[in-house]
Structures are given as structure tokens and as C-alpha cells.
Nanobody, 118 residues
Framework: QVQLVESGGGLVQAGGSLRLSCVASGSVFRLDGMGWFRQAPGKQREWVAAISNGGRTDYAGSVKGRFTISRDSAKNSVYLQMNSLKPEDTAVYYC????????????WGQGTQVTVSS
């Protein structure tokens, strides 16, 4: 099994920045890519960004140019640097990891709240 623990959420004013962290533990050898998702109140969970084992990154259009995903394989960690935050970025942010046997996201963190005030 794999456990993911996020940290770094909080309250920030519009235009500000936050950095989310996610640490993986357990059977991390099973992991392939990792990513971040978010869920705002009353909305479905949406994909935000992803990074492959090789370092390739992808972003949702709504965050491209403002958010940066990175990973430190030695620390089994993935990060999300969020700049120029907007009130519409307010959500619970979840770290997720792809199981290499499945090729899809299988492991999820508990989520961390990000609130952007106007």
C-alpha cells in the first residue's frame, strides 16, 4: 500500500502564493506519475497538474502559467507551487499517485484546504 500526506494549504489573499507538498510512503516502488487534483464546494473534483517519473509536466488550462508541479524522487515527494492565486482557486487540493500496474490514479491523500480571499 501507499500513503500520501499533503501539507501547505491555508488562507491567502488574491495574488498571493502557496506551496503544497505531498510525501509518499509505503510501497512507493509501485508509483509512476503523480498529480494534484482539487475540489471546490458544490463542484466535481478536477485535475490540476501532473508529473511523470521522467519529469514531464502537464497542467489544466485554468492554472497554466501560474502553478508549477515538481517532484523530488529521493524524498518521495511532489510539490505544487501556486502563484497569482485567484478566489476561484479556492478548493480542497488532493495529491494522487499512479499505480504503475494499473496506469491510473489509485492512491489519494486526505486533502489540504486552500482558501483565496478577494
Amino acid at each position: 500500500q501507499v500513503q500520501l500526506v499533503e501539507s501547505g494549504g491555508g488562507l491567502v489573499q488574491a495574488g498571493g502564493s502557496l506551496r503544497l507538498s505531498c510525501v509518499a510512503s509505503g510501497s512507493v516502488f509501485r508509483l509512476d506519475g503523480m498529480g494534484w487534483f482539487r475540489q471546490a464546494p458544490g463542484k466535481q473534483r478536477e485535475w490540476v497538474a501532473a508529473i511523470s517519473n521522467g519529469g514531464r509536466t502537464d497542467y489544466a488550462g485554468s492554472v497554466k502559467g501560474r502553478f508549477t508541479i515538481s517532484r523530488d524522487s529521493a524524498k518521495n515527494s511532489v510539490y505544487l507551487q501556486m502563484n497569482s492565486l485567484k478566489p476561484e482557486d479556492t478548493a480542497v487540493y488532493y495529491c494522487a499517485a499512479v499505480d504503475s500496474r494499473l496506469g491510473s490514479y489509485k492512491y489519494w491523500g486526505q486533502g489540504t484546504q486552500v482558501t483565496v480571499s478577494s
